[in-house]
């Protein structure tokens, strides 16, 4: 049996975080992940400064596509606000890997399916075992699911449905657009260009909403294709888009128990008004990374449940929140 000090099952940007700083700690771990890398994850790819500084990124040494985006361009049931704050995108691809990578630990490629605990350690499969387990595996995570969906119990109605498409593309605009609720969508649409000729388009919204409207997700994808292509942003028929869900943040933070842990996705901390998880993703990893290697609990109160907490978008935010 192979023995790690910690176990991190996930290797997106929540385990690849945890895992980078528990090697700075000084503390044995190792990642398992069912999917080899690089692997595609279905993400719209926008990353606030916060993210940057907190991985202790220097832009001009990412060795892959990075775009400043000077402000964002949304529309609030079709009112133009321009947010004017600096945001970057990067694509999953490439981001998620060189993570990976630079976190400079064992990666196992492994699908975790079944965990066992005993006194003081956890078996993974029969075949690895730890003394700390963090579960980073996102939506499904086999972590979450075995040891926390009693005691955090994930609501329906904060499940967001999306619909997304990145390509190659000569882009024509490199203005990062967004629509909120247009077209009686629970939710938004972006299209977000990223560096190197690369677009990420698709829409997301919230799954319960848009069942009690008698609504599907796919009409609002149809709906995004006819605009983008009156607004001559796209052009062309074939489009066919990919699915993925997650949970937005709720108010149950139940996240340790004893010496297993889940983070990112696997935590459901997605921010509430924008469902922005890599930012929240990369908070829970450095602090549950802090957390075993100090022996503190592990709390994400400090993580912000809101993308627009700062008091500039304040206005924005209530108009969001009242829907
Ligand atoms: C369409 C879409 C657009 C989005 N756009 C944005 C955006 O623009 N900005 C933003 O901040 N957030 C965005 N998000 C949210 C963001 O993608 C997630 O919150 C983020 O990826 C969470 O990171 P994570 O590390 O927790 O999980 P993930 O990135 O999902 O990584 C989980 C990893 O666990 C592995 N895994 C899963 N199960 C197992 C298993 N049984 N065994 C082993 N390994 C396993 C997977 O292979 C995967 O590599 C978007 C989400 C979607 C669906």
């Given amino acids: 049996m192979e023995f790690h000090e910690v176990i991190i099952v996930g290797?997106?940007?929540?385990?690849?975080?945890?895992?980078?700083?528990?090697?700075?700690?000084?503390v044995d771990c190792a990642v398992i992940d069912k999917a080899e890398f690089p692997r595609t994850k279905l993400c719209a790819g926008w990353i606030t400064p916060e993210v940057i500084q907190d991985l202790e990124i220097d832009i001009p040494k990412y060795p892959h596509s990075i775009l400043r985006l000077p402000a964002l361009y949304a529309r609030f049931y079709g009112l133009p606000i321009k947010i004017s704050a600096p945001q970057y995108s990067i694509r999953r691809y490439e981001f998620d890997h060189w993570l990976l990578l630079r976190a400079d630990v064992p990666v196992i490629r492994h699908e975790t399916k079944q965990i066992e605990r005993t006194d003081d350690q956890f078996i993974i499969d029969e075949k690895y075992s730890c003394r700390y387990l963090v579960g980073a595996g996102g939506t499904f995570c086999p972590v979450y699911r075995t040891f926390f969906s009693s005691s955090n119990p994930r609501a329906k109605n904060n499940l967001i449905v999306c619909r997304e498409l990145e390509f190659p593309v000569p882009i024509t605009d490199e203005k990062c657009y967004l629509w909120f609720f247009e077209n009686k969508l629970p939710g938004?649409?972006?299209?977000?260009?990223?560096?190197?000729?690369?677009?990420?388009?698709?829409?997301?919204?919230?799954e319960e909403k848009l069942k009690q409207n008698g609504d599907s997700i796919n009409n609002h994808w149809?709906?995004?294709?006819?605009?983008?292509r009156t607004q001559?942003?796209?052009?062309?028929k074939d489009f066919n888009p990919k699915g993925h869900s997650y949970y937005l943040r709720e108010p149950v933070n139940i996240v340790h128990n004893r010496n297993a842990f889940i983070i990112g996705d696997a935590a459901g901390l997605a921010?509430?008004?924008?469902?922005?998880g890599i930012g929240p993703a990369v908070k829970s990893g450095i602090l549950a990374a802090e957390s075993i290697s100090s022996g503190k609990p592990f709390r994400i109160d400090s993580i912000s449940a809101f993308s627009l907490h700062h008091p500039v978008f304040l206005p924005i935010l209530k108009l969001l929140m009242r829907y």
């Fill in 11 to 26: 290797g997106g940007p929540a385990g690849s975080t945890c895992a980078w700083k528990l090697k700075h700690l000084g």
């Fill in 188 to 206: 938004y649409s972006w299209y977000v260009p990223k560096a190197n000729g690369y677009l990420n388009i698709g829409v997301g919204g919230l």
């Fill in 222 to 228: 149809d709906f995004l294709l006819g605009k983008l």
């Fill in 232 to 236: 001559s942003l796209i052009f062309g």
């Fill in 271 to 276: 921010t509430r008004d924008m469902g922005e």
